[in-house]
């Protein structure tokens, strides 16, 4: 059972678009959503993430939206450029049970210069 | 910092054959996962080590699949006998724990395991 469910699995936008990546989860104990970016060959690698006591997160060009009644979170990326090109995962855990990170199946992002 | 370090990057095998994987994780960073990454999917968990303690190996095929952290440093996974179905991205993570900011895995490169 997917603990984490991601979508669109790919995603075409043009070059100063926002593309959103949407993720939803049923687990409310989850306390901690994080966004990792991969680009090929590579390890994923932590980019922003949030705690379910605020609904908006910033850091960058990366925003995070949290709606903790809807049990959904989505990533922003602003002004969006051709080496934000990645795989985008989002995930979430428990604190209190060791810290696994469920992951979502991915969102393959391709800016176009 | 080097980072999370894995080796080898990439392997080949062929069916049945015994293959080992060897991370080594950041200095100091306690807990160490393994996680396995299939083409177009997220990282699925398999074992965490807190130092040399398996405290959670529920997911690991332990008729195939067997991991050690002997001094709670370096670890090892390996798999005998491998399967065609084991081909996939082999990940280490080693845990940031910046709970005041921000905290998550840092992830190692990945073994790529090709199974033939």
């Known amino acids: 059972q997917q603990q984490v469910k991601q979508s669109p699995q790919s995603l075409i936008v043009q070059k100063g678009g926002i593309p959103i990546i949407n993720c939803a989860y049923e687990n409310t104990a989850f306390d901690y959503f994080p966004w990792y970016q991969q680009f090929p060959g590579k390890g994923p690698a932590l980019l922003i993430a949030?705690?379910?006591?605020?609904s908006e997160k910033k850091e960058g060009r990366f925003t995070i939206s949290f709606n903790k009644s809807a049990k959904q979170f989505s990533l922003h990326i602003m002004d969006s450029q051709p080496g934000d090109s990645a795989t985008y995962f989002c995930?979430?855990?428990?604190?209190?049970?060791?810290?696994?990170?469920?992951f979502g199946t991915g969102t393959s992002l391709t800016v176009i210069p | 910092e080097a980072g999370v370090v894995q080796s080898p990057r990439y392997k080949i095998i062929e069916k049945k054959q015994p293959v080992a994987f060897w991370c080594n994780p950041i200095s100091g960073h306690n807990t160490l996962y393994w996680y396995l990454q299939n083409l177009g999917q997220g990282p699925e968990l398999l074992i965490r080590?807190?130092?040399?303690?398996?405290?959670?190996d529920s997911q690991l095929p332990k008729d195939r699949f067997s991991a050690e952290r002997l001094k709670g440093v370096d670890s090892t996974l390996k798999i005998q006998p491998a399967e065609l179905g084991d081909s996939a991205v082999y990940l280490c993570a080693s845990l940031l724990p910046d709970r005041e900011i921000n905290y998550g895995y840092t992830f190692g490169s990945g073994t790529r395991l090709t199974v033939v």
């Open positions: 995930a979430a855990s428990n604190s209190n049970t060791g810290n696994q990170f469920y």
């Open positions: 080590y807190e130092n040399e303690e398996a405290v959670d």
């Open positions: 949030i705690r379910p006591d605020v």
